[in-house]
T-cell receptor, first 117, second 113 residues
Framework: AQKITQTQPGMFVQEKEAVTLDCTYDTSDQSYGLFWYKQPSSGEMIFLIYQGSYDEQNATEGRYSLNFQKARKSANLVISASQLGDSAMYFCAMSARRDSGYSTLTFGKGTMLLVSP | EAGVAQSPRYKIIEKRQSVAFWCNPISGHATLYWYQQILGQGPKLLIQFQNNGVVDDSQLPKDRFSAERLKGVDSTLKIQPAKLEDSAVYLC???????????FGPGTRLTVT
C-alpha cells in the first residue's frame, strides 16, 4: 500500500522568500510518480509539478522545484520568491500501479501555506 | 481546451435524501476519477473508470454510492440515501492515462443536514 505523509499542517512565509513544504512517501513499488497540487480557497486542485521515480534530475517548473531524495523517500516542494497568490493548501500525491493494472493517486493530508506581505 | 466540468457547484440536502453529481471530463481523456474530500483532509479515491468500465471501486461505499460512465464520456455519481458524514467536496478528475497528471474539476460541495 502507498502512503504519503505531510507533517506540516501550516507554514508561514514572507513575500519574496523561499519556502519548503515537506513530503515523505512509502511504497514497495519500483516505478511510481510524485505530484504536487495546489488547492486555493476556491477548491479546484491545480497541478504544479511531477517527478518520476526514475528521473535523475529534480523537476522544476518556474518558481516550483521538487527536491527528490529517493533513498530517504522524500519529495519536498520548494517555492522560490513566494507571492501572495501562493497562499493555499498544498497536497503531495503519489501515483502507483494498483492490482487493476491502472495507476491511481494517493494524497497526503496537505499543508496550508500563508504568505504575508 | 475546456477543463473538467462539474455540476452542481453546491448542494444542500437533508439526511436520507438522494443526490446526483455530474462530471464532463476533458475531451479524449479515457480515465475518469471521482474523489471525496472531507474538510481538512486530502482527496480520497471513490471510483476510477477506464473508458466506460470500472477499474477500481474498492473504496466506494456501495450500499449507498453508485457511479456510471455511459459511452465513456460523462459520468454521474449518486448517493442514496445520504448520511451526515457524506458532507464533503466531491471532485472529478480525468487524465489521458499512465503517470500523467490528473486534471481536476471545480468540485461539488455537498452539505447534508
Amino acid at each position: 500500500a502507498q502512503k504519503i505523509t505531510q507533517t506540516q499542517p501550516g507554514m508561514f512565509v514572507q513575500e519574496k522568500e523561499a519556502v519548503t513544504l515537506d513530503c515523505t512517501y512509502d511504497t514497495s513499488d519500483q516505478s511510481y510518480g510524485l505530484f504536487w497540487y495546489k488547492q486555493p480557497s476556491s477548491g479546484e486542485m491545480i497541478f504544479l509539478i511531477y517527478q518520476g521515480s526514475y528521473d535523475e534530475q529534480n523537476a522544476t517548473e518556474g518558481r516550483y522545484s521538487l527536491n527528490f531524495q529517493k533513498a530517504r523517500k522524500s519529495a519536498n516542494l520548494v517555492i522560490s520568491a513566494s507571492q501572495l497568490g501562493d497562499s493555499a493548501m498544498y497536497f503531495c500525491a503519489m501515483s502507483a500501479r494498483r492490482d487493476s493494472g491502472y495507476s491511481t493517486l494517493t494524497f497526503g493530508k496537505g499543508t496550508m501555506l500563508l504568505v504575508s506581505p | 481546451e475546456a477543463g473538467v466540468a462539474q455540476s452542481p457547484r453546491y448542494k444542500i440536502i437533508e439526511k436520507r435524501q438522494s443526490v446526483a453529481f455530474w462530471c464532463n471530463p476533458i475531451s479524449g481523456h479515457a480515465t475518469l476519477y471521482w474523489y471525496q474530500q472531507i474538510l481538512g483532509q486530502g482527496p480520497k479515491l471513490l471510483i476510477q473508470f477506464q473508458n466506460n468500465g470500472v477499474v477500481d471501486d474498492s473504496q466506494l461505499p456501495k450500499d449507498r454510492f453508485s457511479a456510471e460512465r455511459l459511452k465513456g464520456v460523462d459520468s454521474t455519481l449518486k448517493i442514496q440515501p445520504a448520511k451526515l458524514e457524506d458532507s464533503a467536496v466531491y471532485l472529478c478528475a480525468s487524465t489521458p492515462g499512465g503517470y500523467h497528471e490528473q486534471y481536476f474539476g471545480p468540485g461539488t460541495r455537498l452539505t447534508v443536514t
